[in-house]
């Protein structure tokens, strides 16, 4: 029985995998890093005008009337405007993380037989397959997120304090930069199938 399982879950496994496209796995590490960073900008920089006080290195040297905020505002305006102009890759990326969970993904070719496999294997191996092509590709997505809004903020702080800050900060940064990048590469493969790893768990395990 356990034999029959493990097969059914390599296979579930198999048919997954064939779903990969071709990933340029750095380019997809710059875009969604870009992405997190321009949206960080915009969050902790509005945050950094409403509240400056929110940004600790600027508490009381700061006020609206000086140049940092004017340059915080600019970068503000920049990063919405980049987002407006790319809202239609924005609709995208929003309607290809509902649409697993609001319909089967049957026009992929490998989700008729992913979800047969899987339906075979027992529910240890069910939970399996999601913690590897589920969450863990969803885990380490966030922790590139928050890396990415993490280095945001002390880009926004520095410019509030008018760059006065030590030498700790960029290296922050850039560490937060490079830590973004990186989960963004490695998760790369399974994210680019993520959406139909979920489809065939939520078909196999609730049903739509």
Known sequence: MVVAA???YRD?????????????RAAFARRATRAAFLTGL????????????SFGAVTGRTSLRDWPPVVVACLVVACVIYGLLH?????????RVRDPYMRPLTEHPG????????????????TRFALVFIYRP???GLGATVSALSTSYFV?????????????QPLYALVFLCLSLTLSYLAAPK?????????????VTTGY
Request: net charge positive.
């Open 6 to 8: 493990e097969r059914s």
């Open 12 to 24: 579930a496994v198999r048919w997954i995998k064939a779903e990969r496209p071709r990933l340029r």
């Open 42 to 53: 915009a969050l902790m920089g509005s945050i950094g005008l409403l509240s400056p006080a």
């Open 87 to 95: 809202r239609a890759e924005v609709r995208s990326v929003l309607q």
């Open 111 to 126: 989700f008729e037989g992913a979800a047969d496999a899987l339906a075979a294997c027992p529910r240890a191996y069910r």
């Open 138 to 140: 969803l885990a380490m």
């Open 156 to 168: 926004i702080d520095a410019i509030l304090a008018r760059f006065l800050v030590g030498w700790s």
């Open 191 to 203: 994210l680019s199938t993520w959406r139909v790893a979920a489809s065939v768990h939520k078909e």
